[in-house]
């Protein structure tokens, strides 16, 4: 268990310092390599723990709501490797969106929002 | 106003005649975009739209008559075309372009005859009632099984194809079957002596008793049971029933009234076009006779079939010149194949024989008198050799070195047709009349998947007995335009689901993660493998898919056991086995389904469906109905319903 | 399942086709496959049940069942194959397990039965070679495969109630109590039923209009 060194995730790299850090839920409400939803300010956050990448574990934080259906359920989709990108497919209509800057693999016109997050111990923090 | 213009300007077409052929024409009629040009009629002589013929004897294994249908109820209806069953054509009147029937008169612009045949029965004194039967209809079908109730014994006269599926369905009944044949074998103008001599060993071990080179002189009261039928020099054979199968005649009757050209050994006279001598007047099928032969096999009728529908509906047609009578068939479990000169009469032409007699099996090659071509072959026991013999003999392939080998017991290294030695014009499906080239041009426009090429083609989705080597020829022309086909299930396991299905029951291993890491790329996987792998996962340990390391793989149905709904709420359904349920349990689905205020729907599967739940109402819902029900699985790949 | 009432109340009916709808059910529930699975159990040929319709048809006979396969209603919709007539229980079981097991080794990913059928090289005869004659040798493995998953069935929900850990998914946010604010209902024939994207505007934001 070595995740003292908080770990950055997301590649949202135009915001050269992403913070300031805020808690959203713990360690212990995350899944491994599945998705949970937090509630963050009136969004919704789906949070995907992956313990074991090239890169040590990652959370990867992603809005929850899926442009074609209008229902909040990324979250419960399946996490996944496509071309060396980490995706989540939608659960209805299965489309691919990158868990890194939230661009849907199927259509150029769709995009989620993302969110820099970490883990800092037994914590899951996020920055707006 | 303008519709009605229209409408008059239309011209009526009149079959007469739903059968096979006639329904083929009809279908094939609809697909050129005949209705566009005609009003169509069809009338039928029985009560029963057209049906599969060539499997009638399945009638009495349990098929019903509506399974045997051609089409689905509402299929003419559905087109606007006016079905008329039960309605026999009388008469037709030519000078007023009429026909007949017992309700009324039809007008005709241009009339389709395909009136088909009907069995012969040789007069033989006695012969009546239960000892005249007949296999053609299912109508006939149903006077055979009446009279076989109490019946013991029955016997076929007649040892052709359709007798042999006659004698099929005899013993489909339960009755102690017999063939009797006029010629010295079975099957006499498709095979040759030996080859009626092994299909009679295969049939006899069948428990079928074969009686050849046997002529019925009279049939007359029996001693032990119903009837007796006397043979030449004082042989007798006696049953409960004699079904005739000795030959059919064209259903030339209303030709014959309309003073049309008839055939000397009857049917209907067919130009080229399958005109009659009326140029408004078209035969198909076994009514028709052209060039003085009667078809009665399902092929060529379709083909002249496919013929009249394209001129009638101004498309471009091929003349009808005669049709290949190779046949390939199994009959009473016995495969039978027979390829052009069967006999090899022609003078000159060399044969070629394989006997096995230990298994009764029988492989003969004939080759013309060049040495160059199949022209012939005959096959009993082993219809494997049909489809490469059929093509050396279609396409004038050159032989191989060795011809014997194309007969010969298929070893490792044994010379197989390759798909590339067949000529653009092979056809590849002849129920569908699909050739090699139409196979390629559709790969030329982009078909990828065999499925796909099914559905564009049509081909192998007849008989189906094309469909290895229309995936031979599909395979063969994809590899040829570089195209790899690429059965990887996706990037992460270069395997198909069968074989990673086999790698895990054999190897036993029970996690994602071991697979992956012992038999594919990268390590997370994707939306593709993951629930195939937990799928079969699940099929062959069966441990619970709420298990950490499993859960990752499920679909979301599977993981939060409910049945996802558009806006994201969930739908529950407990199982309701066989759809019997007390009123108790019914209770507390009721009571669950008002306290969550949770819509509720009988399903088409005899369940009850609850929706609305949000997903952290489900652990509650479920805990308050677990006590009177258990899971239904309706949200898993399993078994339903 | 589906199944007709069967000859414990129907004058027509010859077998009792809820209780063997039931064995049917029982032993088959739960079993993963490539595709969902329908069968039915009709109590004669009168076919209430529609059996003919499904992945497994069983249609009650004088002397015991007729079994169909590979039917599908839906999309696509096919007319089971007859596959064996008059079978006593056993047998029909036997040559379900059978049957099924094949299906799930050597299917596609997502084909169902119809389809599977459709594409097997040497039809339906092939299937009667494999599944009645055991022309492969395989029957007893696959008898044996069937028994595993009917012998380790579990009801998946009552298996996670009682484990907090796998209960901890079930929530609509991990970090707060309420459900998802964007989930409105309307009442509509006195069932609520998901609001239309036109009927939002006449939803209050903040609650649910029930």
């Known amino acids: 268990m070595s995740q003292a060194n908080a770990v950055r995730m997301s590649s949202a790299q135009l915001a050269p310092q992403p913070g300031p850090w805020q808690v959203l839920c713990s360690r212990d409400d995350l899944v491994a390599n599945s998705g949970v939803v937090a509630w963050f300010d009136g969004a919704q956050v789906a949070l995907f723990y992956l313990p074991e990448t090239e890169q040590g574990e990652q959370v990867f934080a992603i809005e929850n709501r899926d442009p074609k259906s209008g229902a909040n359920v990324i979250g419960r989709g399946i996490v996944g490797r496509i071309k060396d990108e980490y995706v989540i497919a939608a659960p209805l209509y299965k489309q691919h969106f990158s868990l890194e800057d939230g661009r849907c693999l199927e259509d150029s016109e769709q995009y989620l929002r993302v969110w820099s997050a970490r883990l800092n111990g037994d914590l899951v923090e996020i920055a707006a | 106003m303008t519709a009605n213009d229209t409408r008059n300007k239309r011209d009526t077409l009149v079959v007469i005649g739903n059968g096979m052929v006639g329904h083929h024409f009809v279908e094939q009629f609809i697909e050129q975009g005949g209705l566009d040009r005609y009003d169509v009629h069809v ?17 009495f294994g349990g098929r019903d008559a509506e399974s045997l249908a051609m089409c689905e109820a509402d299929f003419y209806e559905r087109d606007g075309v006016n079905l008329h069953l039960g309605a026999q054509v009388v008469e037709i009147d030519r000078a007023q372009q009429e026909v007949v029937t017992a309700q009324g008169r039809q007008p005709y612009d241009q009339l389709v005859l395909a009136t088909g ?8 004194p006695g012969a009546e009632g239960n000892s005249r039967l007949v296999y053609r209809t299912l ?66 071990a069948l428990g079928v008793s074969v009686h050849v080179s046997r002529a019925t002189q009279a049939i007359v009261a029996g001693e032990e049971y119903a009837y007796r039928m006397n043979f030449q020099d004082d042989e007798f054979l006696e049953t409960d029933i004699v079904v005739f199968s000795a030959g059919i005649r064209p259903q030339d009757a209303l030709g014959r009234q309309a003073e049309l050209e008839i055939a000397e050994r009857g049917g209907v006279v067919v130009d080229n076009h399958c005109r009659t001598s009326d140029s408004n007047i078209f035969a198909i099928g076994e ?75 029988y492989r003969r090659l004939v080759i013309s008198p060049d040495g160059k071509q199949v022209i012939g072959a005959v096959l009993v026991g082993d219809n494997s050799y049909y489809d490469t013999l059929l093509q050396y003999a279609q396409n004038g392939i050159k032989l191989p070195q060795d011809p014997s080998s194309l007969i010969m017991p298929v070893s490792d290294g044994a010379p197989v047709l390759g798909a590339d030695a067949l000529p653009d014009t092979a056809t590849i499906c002849s129920c569908h009349n699909v050739s090699k080239g139409a196979v390629c041009c559709a790969v030329d426009e982009g078909c990828t998947d065999l499925a796909e090429l099914k559905g564009q083609t049509k081909a192998a989705t007849g008989c189906g007995g094309c469909a290895a080597l229309l995936k031979q020829v599909f395979e063969h022309e994809l590899t040829a335009r570089g195209v790899e086909v690429d059965k990887s299930l996706c990037e992460h396991f270069p395997y198909t689901r069968q074989e990673l299905y086999g790698i895990i029951r054999v190897e036993g291993i029970e996690t994602f993660d071991e697979l992956l890491k012992t038999h594919g790329r990268g390590h997370i996987g994707c939306d593709i493998c993951k629930p195939v792998v937990g799928s079969i996962l699940a099929s062959c340990w069966n441990k619970p898919i709420t298990d950490p390391a499993l859960v990752p793989l499920q679909d979301t149905n599977d993981t939060f056991m409910a049945n996802m709904q558009k806006n994201g709420t969930y739908s529950v359904v407990p199982r309701v086995p066989g759809g019997e349920i007390t009123p108790e349990k019914l209770i507390v689905l009721g009571e669950v389904a008002k306290k969550y205020d949770l819509y509720t729907k009988i399903t088409g599967g005899q369940r009850i469906d609850l929706f609305g739940a949000e997903l952290h109402q489900l652990p509650d819902i479920w805990s308050e109905l677990i006590e009177a029900v258990r899971t239904g699985h309706a949200y898993g790949k399993s078994v339903r319903t | 399942m589906k199944s007709c009432v069967g000859s414990t109340w129907c004058r027509y009916g010859v077998q009792d ?89 050597t299917a596609d990913k997502l084909q169902r039965t119809s389809v599977w059928r459709e594409s097997l090289e040497g039809g339906l005869e092939y299937l009667k070679e494999v599944i009645i004659d055991d022309s492969l040798g395989l029957a007893e493995e696959l008898e044996a495969q069937m028994q595993h998953v009917v012998d380790t069935y579990e009801c998946e929900w009552a298996n996670a109630l009682q484990d907090p850990e796998k209960l901890k998914r079930f929530r609509t946010f991990v970090n707060d109590e309420r459900g998802d604010p964007d989930i409105h209902f309307v009442k509509e024939r006195g069932q609520r039923r998901p609001a239309r994207a036109s009927e939002l505007h006449l939803i209050p934001v903040t609650e649910e209009a029930l």
Not at chain 2, 117 to 124: H, T
Not at chain 3, 52 to 73: E, F, H, R
């Open chain 2, 43 to 59: 009338f039928g002589e029985e009560p029963m739209r057209a049906y599969d013929r060539v499997h009638l004897s399945e009638y």
């Open chain 2, 117 to 124: 045949s009907y069995p012969f029965v040789p007069p033989i």
């Open chain 2, 139 to 204: 109508e006939d079908l149903d006077a055979i099984r009446a009279a076989s109730a109490g019946a013991r014994r029955g016997v076929v006269v007649g040892g052709g194809l359709l007798g042999l599926e006659a004698a099929n369905a005899l013993k489909s009944l339960g009755l102690e079957a017999h063939v009797v044949e006029f010629a010295p074998r079975l099957m006499p103008v498709q095979l040759d002596a030996e080859g009626g001599a092994a299909l009679k060993a295969q049939i006899e």
């Open chain 2, 287 to 361: 009514c028709a006779s052209w060039n003085g032969s009667i078809f009665g096999l399902v092929a060529p009728g379709y083909t002249m079939a496919r013929c009249v529908a394209a001129q009638l509906a101004g498309k471009p047609c091929e003349a009808f010149t005669g049709a290949d009578m190779s046949t390939k068939l199994k009959l009473l479990g016995v495969d039978v194949g027979s390829i052009g000169d069967a006999h090899g009469a022609t003078p000159g032409s060399v044969s070629y024989r394989f006997i096995d007699e230990a298994n009764a099996g």
């Open chain 3, 17 to 105: 086709s809820v209780g063997m709808s039931l064995v049917l059910e029982n032993r088959y529930k739960g079993l993963r496959s490539p595709h969902k699975l329908k069968f039915a159990v009709s109590g004669c040929t009168r076919e209430c049940a529609e059996a003919q319709s499904k992945d497994v048809g069983v249609i009650a006979t004088d002397k015991g069942w007729n079994l169909y396969v590979c039917g599908n209603g839906g999309m696509r919709p096919r007319h089971a194959e007859l596959f064996a007539t008059d079978l006593d229980d056993k047998t029909l079981i036997r040559y379900i397990d059978r049957f099924l097991m094949f299906y799930i080794r």
